[in-house]
């Protein structure tokens, strides 16, 4: 028993170590692209970092088993769904996420088996299934969450394209030449999307159809002002110059007032926060005294039906509380 627990604290370990190095690596790969800009290039014919080489065979392997699953008509209709996590410029297509998900399955269901394996157990083929499901729907979990990242950042960065929107009309900018300046000159992700909008216009849409899909498809309040302040501004006529230093300082009333609220909801968040912990407290103290505690559940049907359960239950427990102490701001 000493020596099983002693294994599993060493695979935690390894898989903290490891995630916290792939982490490092991105975010070096990140300030590596940023940096590059402004130096001289490499005399090497190829420097590829690592995170470069295993994505070229990641896509090999994409490559390999796109043509016959473009075929199944069943999963390009599942895939359309993530048109908005496809960004300008991007080689992924629909039909990839679809596969990513079903290799995230199986890579779960296998590292489930490798489990129980060491444990001396067999999993019956409900907790294969159920592993499965767990594992496949585990990428949507992360482009929710990658997704509600970018959207915060775009928010972030709205005021600022807003105002250099403005300074190209000052300066006599047509709106294509404006979006054209952000989509340059701005940070990712605001950047790719005014890419988006840029390449709306060049094809001949009108400004106001133009962002009227920018703001369906990131769904922010910012976004949406800022397409209906067009769309009345092409209907009716008027000075776009006036109407962008309105829209500048509501967005900059907006982001001060967000601040004010932020701060003062601090403590409520906390407790958000510490409630959403406390049964995963639970969970390790219970096991840490009692390693056998949670057997039961792994070793039947019903033990996987009841886990099911609980995880069903927290996430309404995650909902409610976010609904009734969390203040959005």
């Known amino acids: 028993m000493n020596a099983l627990i002693f294994f599993r604290i ?153 105002i250099v929107m403005n300074n190209a009309f000052k300066a006599g900018k047509s709106v294509l030449q404006a979006v054209e300046i952000v989509s340059n000159d701005l940070p990712k992700p605001i950047s790719t999307e005014f890419k988006r909008i840029y390449q709306d216009l060049v094809f001949g849409l009108s400004s106001d159809v133009a962002f009227n899909r920018f703001a369906k498809r990131i769904n922010l309040d910012e976004a949406k002002y800022l397409s209906s302040s067009l769309t009345i501004l092409n209907r009716t006529g008027g000075n776009i110059v006036a109407v962008f230093n309105s829209i500048e300082k509501t967005l900059f009333d907006k982001k001060k007032l967000e601040e004010d609220l932020k701060n003062s909801t601090q403590a409520s968040n906390l407790i958000v926060k510490v409630l959403m912990g406390i049964p995963f407290v639970f969970i390790i103290i219970i096991y840490a005294l009692s390693p056998t505690y949670f057997d039961p559940l792994f070793e039947s049907s019903l033990g996987y039906l009841l886990i099911f359960i609980m995880i069903f239950m927290f996430s309404i427990y995650v909902y409610l509380l976010n609904k009734i102490m969390k203040v959005k701001v």
């Open 10 to 162: 060493v695979l935690v370990i390894i898989l903290v170590v490891s995630i916290d190095l792939i982490i490092k690596l991105n975010r070096a790969f990140k300030i590596d692209k940023r940096v590059s800009r402004y130096s001289i290039d490499s005399i090497t014919l190829e420097d590829n970092t690592i995170v470069e080489l295993l994505s070229k065979k990641f896509n090999r392997f994409l490559n390999k088993f796109r043509g016959k699953f473009n075929k199944v008509g069943l999963l390009n209709n599942q895939s359309l769904k993530y048109n908005k996590y496809v960004t300008v410029g991007e080689t992924k297509q629909l039909i990839d996420f679809i596969i990513i998900k079903l290799f995230v399955g199986l890579c779960f269901v296998s590292l489930v088996i490798i489990s129980f394996s060491i444990q001396g157990r067999l999993i019956s083929f409900i907790g294969l299934m159920i592993s499965f499901i767990i594992g496949y729907y585990l990428y949507d979990i992360y482009l929710y969450i990658n997704n509600k990242r970018k959207l915060k950042r775009i928010k972030n960065d709205m005021l600022r394209a807003v």
